[in-house]
T-cell receptor
Framework: DAGVIQSPRHEVTEMGQEVTLRCKPI?????LFWYRQTMMRGLELLIY????????DSGMPEDRFSAKMPNASFSTLKIQPSEPRDSAVYFC????????????FGAGTRLSVL | DQQVKQNSPSLSVQEGRISILNCDYT??????FLWYKKYPAEGPTFLIS?????DKNEDGRFTVFLNKSAKHLSLHIVPSQPGDSAVYFC?????????FGTGTRLQVFP
């Protein structure tokens, strides 16, 4: 298996633009997680899905952030409009089941908002 | 408010010696803990875990110790190798999701 695949690996955009991050989980995994990594706060869970349904989005910073999982093999995280403080590395992870099962992470998307 | 804290942002250890990475947590309801390792430009990978019913779990060179009364866990790496140089994240289970610490960067030098 190719593992969790994220695209793009790097994204540079200007403030106010829309940004879409993409994730393909490992086939057969039914849980998908979006995380944001910053120096100050480490890895923060933004949202997670189980069987394509959003279960907990309490970590989503504000309404500018939205996430979808239209099917078992694809998810997006969208920021509209983007702001410089959104600059971070965004990770997608998938697992079979919930948190006590090992989560497998993608390589991340490094986002820079100028 | 950080529920999982890694107070040492970095650690430098000589090859062959022991590396000890520490983690503190605030929520006594946490019942499962994990360590993840992260290399630059890669995602975190699972390393080792421990249930709250245990106080030690060992896997090769890696041992995790849990002190529930102190709400503290530590990861021991013996002997340390240059390939262990990475960022290590401590994480705890809160109901159905992982709460991560801010990470400790370990550097193992020859």
């Amino acid at each position: 298996d190719a593992g969790v695949i994220q695209s793009p690996r790097h994204e540079v955009t200007e403030m106010g633009q829309e940004v879409t991050l993409r994730c393909k989980p490992i086939s057969g995994h039914n849980s998908l997680f979006w995380y944001r990594q910053t120096m100050m706060r480490g890895l923060e869970l933004l949202i997670y899905f189980n069987n394509n349904v959003p279960i907990d989005d309490s970590g989503m910073p504000e309404d500018r952030f939205s996430a979808k999982m239209p099917n078992a093999s694809f998810s997006t995280l969208k920021i509209q409009p983007s702001e410089p403080r959104d600059s971070a590395v965004y990770f997608c992870a998938s697992s079979q089941g919930y948190a006590k099962n090992i989560q497998y992470f993608g390589a991340g998307t490094r986002l820079s908002v100028l | 408010d950080q529920q999982v804290k890694q107070n040492s942002p970095s650690l430098s250890v000589q090859e062959g010696r022991i590396s000890i990475l520490n983690c503190d947590y605030t929520n006594s309801m946490f019942d499962y803990f994990l360590w993840y390792k992260k290399y630059p430009a890669e995602g975190p990978t699972f390393l080792i875990s421990i249930s709250s019913i245990k106080d030690k779990n060992e896997d090769g060179r890696f041992t995790v110790f849990l002190n529930k009364s102190a709400k503290h866990l530590s990861l021991h790496i013996v002997p340390s190798q240059p390939g262990d140089s990475a960022v290590y994240f401590c994480a705890a289970i809160n109901t159905d999701k992982l709460i991560f610490g801010t990470g400790t960067r370990l550097q193992v030098f020859p």
